[in-house]
């Protein structure tokens, strides 16, 4: 189906003002014959095209571009952006800003690389991976057969990270969302929230249990109850037991991370 999409691009105008995603819109695959064909009816038709997970590489990368670029004639057309002719679907990506976090990663390493040697380059990076693995309860000491980064004196950090994080909370945005949460919470929600905080401001040191039905707004009230004490500028440790539900909350953790 690919290929043909090349080959009516070819001959037919009207088909290069479509992406791949959109081609259905105004043609239609027959089956039989293996080609593209103009659509005779007005009937809206939408494409789909596989789910490809971003770590098969290059395919991701040709997924991305198929929804971008209309009329290319080649698979070298689909990398050529704005007339450079580029090697592989993810360098093409990079250049039409598909990748705008890599991007900026990659400009931040470019530009330290025009102030530092090769070897402070790749020190810089290895400290930089080494927070984030000590983020996650990590290091590479870890690793045997990793290069450990290397630290000046004054650059070693003693601070305890998971403090760090909790107290660089926005708290004003956090105030903001918690009277918004507050606002929309149900009158169940609201004693359920009155009870725990009473015992929190009272420091009474009290063991909740929280249960009901899924999608009824437990993790919710979790939410409201972070926000409010975080901020405050006070430490909340949201701990689950799996990194799937770690995900549902703000700051959430395994608990043997
Ligand atoms: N009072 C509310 N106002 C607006 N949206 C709410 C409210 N309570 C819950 N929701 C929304 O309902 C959805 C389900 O709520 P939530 O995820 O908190 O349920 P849950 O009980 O934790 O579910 P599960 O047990 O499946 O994890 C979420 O999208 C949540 O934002």
Redesign the pocket.
Known sequence: MLLSWFETNKTLPEARELTYAEFPLKFVWKKQLKRWEKRRTSVFSNGRIFFVPPGTGELYYLRLLLNVIKGPKSYDDLKRINNHNYLTFRDACYALGLLDDCKEYVDAIKEAKAELTNDELKNHCLQKLEKVLKSCGRSFHDFPTMTIPLYNEEEVDHSNRLIYDELRYNRHSLLEEHQQLLM???VE?KSVYDKIMRAENDAKGQFFFLY??????????W?TQSSGIRSRGDIVLTIVSSGIASL?LPGGRTTHS
């Open positions: 929309n919470s149900t929600q009901g039905y899924g999608g009824t707004g437990k993790t919710f009230i939410k549902l």
